[in-house]
């Protein structure tokens, strides 16, 4: 970026703040022109702050950003979206949680993607208008995957090549992608994926949202996938992450209530 250009426009979803100082804000943010990036929001805990509001976590906001010596600082905010319907609902609140985390962890400071950005942007909205919420969570997952470098290989034995069958394979989050039998019986950290599994992974990562939306899938299925990308997701951050035991509570608390009534 050049010197010169110290005052900078920019849209951005607000993934996480912490307390910094005595009545100032360090936002964690990602942004459609910058990548992620560490923010200053002075003054914003004060009662008459007009920045508050839109810059609290899962806002989309329109931002004015100003280059410091080591941290942006923020001098306008104006929120697009408050995705309201996630805020109201602990289980989608749960689930959003889970995408912002894995964007944090997975988006690199301060390195343009619009397709990452774009792909938090229409998830988020998905979520909030309705969509049942695994779908737009594991379609996530797998174009996160791919954004990010990290797409499995489903295809094709990652071991030996061998085209896969119509039968149970197991799937190998080190070697990043499905094993044959023969293959994955001796790999031992290798973890079994049902054909029907393997079908709908797929399915997501060669389809349109719409398309894949077309799937009608079974809830064993959707909890298969789940369990399996958290595996991927695990090894390849090399660190495990908050929100899925938390989104997993939610859901709990959600179907005792329901049993309830």
């Known amino acids: 970026m050049p010197p010169q250009e110290r005052s900078i426009r920019a849209e951005g979803v607000i993934l996480r703040h912490s307390d910094f100082g005595e009545a100032d804000r360090l936002l964690i943010i990602f942004t459609r022109e910058l990548g992620k990036v560490r923010v200053i929001a002075k003054g914003v805990r004060k009662a008459r702050s007009r920045k508050a509001g839109h810059v ?3 806002t989309r906001s329109n931002l004015q950003l100003a280059r410091g010596r080591e941290l942006f600082i923020l001098t306008q905010a104006e929120a697009i979206d408050v995705y309201a319907a996630l805020r109201a609902d602990l289980v989608l609140l749960s689930y959003a949680s889970y995408i912002i985390e894995l964007i944090d962890r997975l988006a690199n400071d301060e390195e343009e993607n619009r397709s990452l950005y774009n792909l ?3 998830t988020l909205t998905r979520l909030n208008r309705g969509d049942t919420p695994d779908l737009p ?3 996530f997952e797998m174009r996160l995957l791919d954004f990010a470098g990290f797409r499995p290989q489903l295809l094709a034995c990652v071991q030996c090549g061998t085209e896969i069958l119509p039968e149970d394979q197991y799937f190998s ?3 990043g ?3 044959c039998p023969r293959c994955g019986h ?3 950290g290798a973890q079994p994926v049902s054909m029907q599994a393997l079908k709908y992974l797929r399915h997501f990562q060669r389809s349109s949202y719409r398309d894949a939306a077309r799937a009608k899938i079974p809830d064993v299925i959707y909890t298969e996938i789940e369990n399996l990308m958290q595996y991927y997701l695990t090894y390849t951050l090399e660190h495990g992450l908050n929100s899925p035991s938390f989104l997993r509570r939610m859901r709990q608390e959600q179907k005792s209530d329901t ?3």
């Open 56 to 58: 609290e976590p899962f």
């Open 120 to 122: 938090l942007v229409r």
């Open 137 to 139: 969570t594991r379609y």
């Open 173 to 175: 989050a080190m070697q």
């Open 177 to 179: 992608g499905v094993l």
């Open 186 to 188: 001796r790999d031992t």
């Open 259 to 261: 049993g309830q009534r």
